[in-house]
């Protein structure tokens, strides 16, 4: 069973920056996609990015191309979501997520989720 820990959320104002963290607890998921989902106040869970294992191929939802980068460090298990340029509608309860497969559209593991809260 994999468990994925996030860390790194918080407040920020409009045009801010915030870095989030996810920890996967086993080695095999190196071998995976990890990623990030978000579920803004009273609305659907949504895809926001995800890379795959050797780096080479990354995914973003439109909302939030050119403001978040997705990194990965397989050598600490961690994925990392950098967020540049924040916006109130940013604001949401963020899940890391991992899957065996290269960027499938659903995902076997989630963390309990961060919250991003961003004032105007």
């Known amino acids: 069973q994999v468990q994925l820990a996030e860390s790194g959320g918080g407040m920020v104002q409009a045009g801010g920056s915030l870095r989030l963290s996810c920890a996967a607890s086993?080695?095999?998921?190196?071998?995976?996609?990890m990623g990030w989902f978000r579920q803004p106040p009273g609305k659907e869970r949504e895809f926001v990015a995800a890379?795959?294992?050797?780096?080479?191929?990354?995914a973003y939802a439109n909302s939030v191309k050119g403001r978040f980068t997705v990194s990965r460090d397989n050598a600490k298990r961690t994925v990392i979501l950098q967020m540049n340029g924040l916006k109130p509608e940013d604001t949401a309860i963020y899940y890391c997520?991992?899957?065996?497969?290269?960027?499938?559209?659903?995902?076997?593991?989630w963390g309990l989720g961060t919250q991003v809260t961003v004032s105007s």
């Open positions: 086993i080695r095999t998921f190196n071998s995976g996609t």
């Open positions: 890379i795959t294992s050797s780096g080479g191929r990354t």
């Open positions: 997520v991992a899957d065996q497969r290269a960027l499938p559209r659903t995902y076997d593991y």
